[in-house]
């Protein structure tokens, strides 16, 4: 049946069938990268409740570990190729907020230590913290209200 | 058995945004403001409380349980000390991962040499 395909044809059917075989193996890779790095997280969560530490303290600290390893792959430029690799899988967890900090500001380092890497850390994170404090404080007001 | 839920959950929220990148116009860094702001919203419905119970770091390690945090800690605040704790809340619960990514960053991106882009 292949040989009746005229290239048009064939164009037009790998079009139609690429897209989502691709979407599809990006989401099982973003998946799984992403289902690995929230282990990862959840190792370290066990860890240092096993050491006895009350549970603000151990859910601060976990993301503090997660933001230096995030930030540390970055500077070591394996957190990058990770995304090139896993999409949205390195993008979401914490470990990529950590990535959106260093990576940018590693690039703009030749613009100075302070308007360069100062300046550029919050490119990404910048408007991150900015809409979850903004957000975190209007549903606080409201939960003042309700309560 | 927490670490598959863990990497169940986990797994499904980073699908989650895939998707959002393929089908939408979204950029990664619009990606991240819509998990954050989307984590507090479903904490304030009492739904991420919920998730978070089930999956451990699988809800809070992604993007969407920083949220949680902020919006866990704006309550406990409200709860504590009025009004006020709605400005000062978010920032106290999330200060160690802020904290983190402040210092932290800073401290990589000047030690380290970044790669010619590919």
């Known amino acids: 049946m292949n040989k009746s395909f005229t290239k048009e044809e064939y164009s037009q059917y790998v079009k139609s069938v690429s897209p989502n075989s691709k979407l599809f193996l990006n989401i099982i890779k973003a998946f799984l990268v992403g289902g690995i790095i929230c282990v990862i997280g959840q190792v370290i969560f066990n860890w240092l409740k096993g050491r006895g530490l009350d549970s603000d303290m151990v859910s601060g600290l976990t993301s503090a570990i997660m933001i230096f390893l995030g930030a540390f792959f970055t500077a070591l430029n394996v957190y990058d190729e990770l995304g090139r690799f896993a999409g949205a899988g390195s993008i979401v967890p914490i470990t990529g907020f950590a990535n959106s900090v260093v990576s940018p500001a590693m690039e703009f380092k030749t613009e100075g230590y302070i308007m360069g890497t100062g300046a550029k850390m919050f490119v990404i994170a910048g408007p991150v913290i900015v809409f979850g404090i903004c957000a975190s404080i209007l549903v606080g007001i409201i939960h003042y209200f309700i309560i | ?118």
């Open chain 2, 1 to 118: 058995m927490s670490y598959i839920n863990a990497f169940l959950v986990g797994g499904i929220i980073c699908a989650i945004g895939q998707v959002l990148i393929d089908k939408t116009k979204l950029t990664p860094a619009r990606i991240l403001v819509v998990f954050v702001v989307a984590g507090v919203l479903l904490t304030a419905f009492g739904v991420y409380q919920k998730l978070v119970d089930f999956a451990g770091a699988g809800a809070t390690v992604p993007l969407t349980g920083f949220g949680y945090t902020l919006a866990k800690g704006a309550f406990r605040e409200v709860e504590q000390t009025g009004l006020m704790g709605a400005l000062t809340g978010g920032f106290k619960a999330a200060a160690a991962g802020l904290g983190a990514a402040i210092f932290f960053g800073y401290i990589m991106s000047v030690v380290s040499k970044p790669k010619a882009k590919r």
